[in-house]
């Protein structure tokens, strides 16, 4: 039996990329209980083959190592509620933001600043599986100025991902993968029975025993999404087998 627990731990030392620079925010995003409903839902399949530096040269992330980020989005709110599980993932985290795992603005191949920084997944059992649960509610900062001298989560807003998902992924850097172990854009779940544009529509998120959320199935480009693979979006808050 396993139990997970929201780490909200601050991590990641300096690293050096080209043009960012640690940054002091005065604010910061803050830690809220799930909110009743969500507007929108993603998930990320993140694989060390996609990694790109801030060059926006591919580099090799860790072997072996991967990661599912799922997220949903209340964006009325400005709340986003996560669920991150690395796989494989060694050594220390490092990252010039203030954590190293993080949803970035950047398309597939491209490389693109920090948006929100989130907790980093850590390993409670010493199974080589590192997870992180929680819900964030901006305003967001990540720690890391732009050359504009703001910092990269300045400004930005939930409704930004949901108007263009697969402008944004998921990622997270080690010491000795400092461009990212692994990474993956942002796939839209549809919730709330919103047509999926495939001949198909999803069922409402629907809440599960203990208090997470389960999207139903959706037909998605000819696969079958969610309810036949086991796709669940919730907190780890209880116990898993």
């Not at 949903?72 to 991150?84: F, G, H, L, P």
């Not at 992180?132 to 991902?161: K, M, N, R, W």
């Given at each position: 039996?396993?139990?997970?627990?929201?780490?909200?731990?601050?991590?990641?030392?300096?690293?050096?990329?080209?043009?960012?620079?640690?940054?002091?925010?005065?604010?910061?995003?803050?830690?809220?209980?799930?909110?009743?409903?969500?507007?929108?839902?993603?998930?990320?399949?993140?694989?060390?083959?996609?990694?790109?530096?801030?060059?926006?040269?591919?580099?090799?992330?860790?072997?072996?190592?991967?990661?599912?980020?799922?997220?949903?989005?209340?964006?009325?709110?400005?709340?986003?509620?996560y669920d991150i599980t690395l796989t494989g993932v060694?050594?220390?985290?490092?990252?010039?933001?203030?954590?190293?795992?993080?949803?970035?603005?950047?398309?597939?191949?491209?490389?693109?600043?920090?948006?929100?920084?989130?907790?980093?997944?850590?390993?409670?059992?010493?199974?080589?599986?590192?997870?992180?649960?929680?819900?964030?509610?901006?305003?967001?900062?990540?720690?890391?100025?732009?050359?504009?001298?703001?910092?990269?989560?300045?400004?930005?807003?939930?409704?930004?991902?949901?108007?263009?998902?697969?402008?944004?992924?998921?990622?997270?850097?080690?010491?000795?993968?400092?461009?990212?172990?692994?990474?993956?854009?942002?796939?839209?779940?549809?919730?709330?029975?919103?047509?999926?544009?495939?001949?198909?529509?999803?069922?409402?998120?629907?809440?599960?025993?203990?208090?997470?959320?389960?999207?139903?199935?959706?037909?998605?480009?000819?696969?079958?999404?969610?309810?036949?693979?086991?796709?669940?979006?919730?907190?780890?808050?209880?116990?898993?087998?």
């Amino acid at each position: 039996m396993k139990r997970s627990v929201r780490h909200l731990t601050i991590g990641g030392a300096a690293a050096a990329a080209a043009t960012l620079i640690v940054a002091s925010p005065a604010a910061a995003e803050t830690t809220v209980p799930e909110p009743s409903s969500f507007t929108s839902a993603f998930t990320v399949m993140a694989t060390p083959d996609q990694v790109i530096n801030n060059d926006g040269v591919a580099v090799a992330g860790e072997p072996g190592a991967t990661g599912t980020f799922d997220f949903r989005i209340n964006s009325d709110t400005e709340v986003i509620c996560y669920d991150i599980t690395l796989t494989g993932v060694t050594g220390d985290y490092q990252s010039p933001a203030k954590t190293a795992t993080h949803i970035h603005q950047a398309a597939a191949g491209k490389a693109g600043p920090p948006r929100i920084a989130f907790p980093n997944p850590t390993d409670a059992d010493g199974d080589g599986v590192r997870e992180a649960s929680g819900c964030l509610q901006g305003p967001f900062t990540t720690g890391v100025t732009s050359d504009a001298g703001t910092d990269t989560g300045e400004g930005f807003t939930l409704a930004q991902i949901e108007a263009d998902p697969a402008g944004f992924t998921g990622d997270s850097h080690t010491a000795a993968f400092a461009a990212g172990v692994v990474r993956g854009q942002l796939t839209q779940v549809p919730v709330g029975g919103v047509d999926t544009g495939a001949g198909g529509a999803a069922s409402a998120v629907s809440s599960t025993s203990d208090g997470g959320a389960l999207v139903g199935a959706a037909a998605v480009g000819g696969l079958v999404l969610a309810g036949a693979t086991g796709l669940v979006l919730r907190r780890r808050a209880a116990a898993r087998a």
